[in-house]
């Protein structure tokens, strides 16, 4: 008897610079930047539309992990368009930064984010690397932050960049420009990325990562990805309390996971 046919991943939500689809057989969704034209920028919209998709996904109990790319091959993304106004309230106290709708994490989205990057990532761009749990390349990717040679300050990005990076790759990348452009290579070496992969191989290399993590217990990877981003924000000893604190609350539910579908641990884990 023949196999039932893979159920392919479907797409049920309508968005102007994203595309959504979900793989439930898998149980990984994959949200695709859809402006290549505009080499990926994103604008007001992607913004709100970007929060909307960490809504959904956070909400979906089909969904355990997420792949993180971007449409066509020249950029995964420039950041911030500047060809169009972001529309900054008038009151400068109410400055909005966009990275807050654009981040998984400050959405409070815990499951698990693999971004694939090819091509052009820079400026605004480094907010979805910053975010993401797992973040992987292509040999063709160039990684770079234009601020200071558009003659603005380069604040916000850096941030999230030290802390994937440390301080002295950091600050080279911020103060030289579009003079320091880092290839994959030298992305491997300092951690930007934990792998680099040819082109073609790079969408489906993140969907097996994705669909590894997703094949885990939700509880667990989900109480890890919280435990570690929120440690960032804390001392030392105050994170390893808090750690023990969700080791607690989410050991009991993840075992109960695992227990209802043993299949999981069993599965032979890809070697890099």
Aim: glycine share 6%.
């Amino acid at each position: 008897m023949n196999a039932s046919p893979r159920p392919r991943p479907h797409r049920d939500h309508d968005f102007e610079t994203l595309l959504l689809d979900i793989d439930v057989a898998d149980r990984v969704a994959t949200v695709t930047l859809n402006r290549p034209e505009r080499l990926n920028t994103f604008n007001r919209a992607m913004c709100h539309e970007m929060r909307r998709v960490w809504e959904i996904v956070k909400s979906d109990d089909r969904v355990n992990a997420v792949v993180l790319r971007a449409a066509g091959d020249r950029a995964f993304s420039a950041g911030l368009d500047v060809k169009e106004s972001y529309g900054q309230p008038d009151n400068i106290w109410n400055h909005e930064d966009p990275g807050e709708l654009l981040s998984p994490k400050w959405q409070k989205m815990w499951k698990p984010v693999v971004c694939a990057v090819q091509g052009i990532c820079t400026a605004g761009a480094l907010y979805f690397v910053n975010e993401s749990d797992v973040v992987i390349c292509s040999t063709t990717a160039t990684f770079f932050d234009s601020h200071v040679t558009a003659g603005l300050v380069s604040a916000l990005e850096p941030v999230g960049l030290m802390r994937r990076v440390g301080l002295g790759e950091t600050l080279r990348i911020a103060l030289m420009g579009n003079d320091e452009r880092v290839g994959a290579e030298t992305a491997l070496r300092i951690g930007l990325v934990s792998e680099v992969t040819e082109p073609k191989d790079l969408s489906t290399r993140a969907h097996e990562i994705a669909t590894a993590i997703a094949a885990k217990p939700p509880t667990a990877t989900q109480g890890t990805v919280k435990a570690i981003w929120e440690s960032l924000d804390k001392p030392y000893r105050a994170a390893m309390d808090q750690g023990l604190i969700y080791t607690r609350l989410g050991n009991p539910l993840g075992k109960a996971e695992l227990a209802s579908d043993p299949s999981a641990a069993a599965r032979t884990p890809r070697i890099r």
